[in-house]
C-alpha cells in the first residue's frame, strides 16, 4: 500500500464533494466528536453548517477551535481522508448576518432535506433553535491510500 499528502488543489476536490464529516471539538480537557453534514465554499475557504442547539453548539460557543476529518474509502485499501483545522461562527439571525446566511443557504440547497436531521421532530415534540455557522479554514492536510488490487 502507497500513502501519499494530497495536494491543496486535491483537498479542495475532497472538500467540494464531501458530505459527511465527524466535527470534534472540546471543552475542559473533554473532546467531543459527531459527524455532521457540511458544505464547502470555496469563495470564502470555509465550510458551513446547519444544527439545533445542542451539545457541539454549546461547546463550540465556549470554546471556537474545532477540527473536521472527512473521508472518501472505497475499500481498506482504497481510500482519502482530511483533516481540517479551524474557527468555528455562528452566522446571526440579523441584518447583519444576512448575506452569509443567504451564501449558505445557496449551499445548502442543492441536496434534498438539507435540514435534516438538524430540523427533524424530537420525540418529545420539543422545537430546538436552529443556528448556520461556518468552520473558517486555518488548514487542511490530506492523505489517499492506493494499492494495487492484484497486490496481495
Not at 15 to 43: F, I, K, T
Request: hydrophobic share 40%; proline share 7%; with cysteine.
Amino acid at each position: 500500500m502507497l500513502i501519499h499528502d494530497l495536494t491543496a488543489d486535491e483537498c479542495r476536490d475532497v472538500l467540494r464533494r464531501a458530505g459527511l464529516a465527524r466535527l470534534a471539538c472540546e471543552r475542559d480537557g473533554q473532546p467531543y466528536v459527531v459527524p455532521v453534514h457540511l458544505w464547502y465554499d470555496d469563495d470564502h475557504n470555509c465550510l458551513y453548517g446547519f444544527s439545533t442547539v445542542g451539545q457541539k453548539v454549546v461547546w463550540m460557543r465556549q470554546n471556537p477551535r474545532v477540527c473536521v476529518e472527512i473521508d472518501d474509502i472505497d475499500d481498506p485499501n482504497h481510500w482519502v481522508t482530511l483533516v481540517v483545522f479551524g474557527a468555528y461562527e455562528e452566522i446571526p439571525d440579523d441584518a447583519a448576518g444576512r448575506t452569509v446566511r443567504e451564501r449558505a443557504r445557496l449551499l445548502f440547497e442543492p441536496r434534498p432535506e438539507w435540514w435534516l436531521p438538524a430540523a427533524a421532530r424530537m420525540p418529545s415534540h420539543e422545537r430546538h433553535a436552529t443556528v448556520v455557522y461556518r468552520i473558517r479554514i486555518d488548514r487542511v492536510t490530506g492523505r489517499r491510500a492506493a494499492r494495487n488490487r492484484a497486490q496481495p
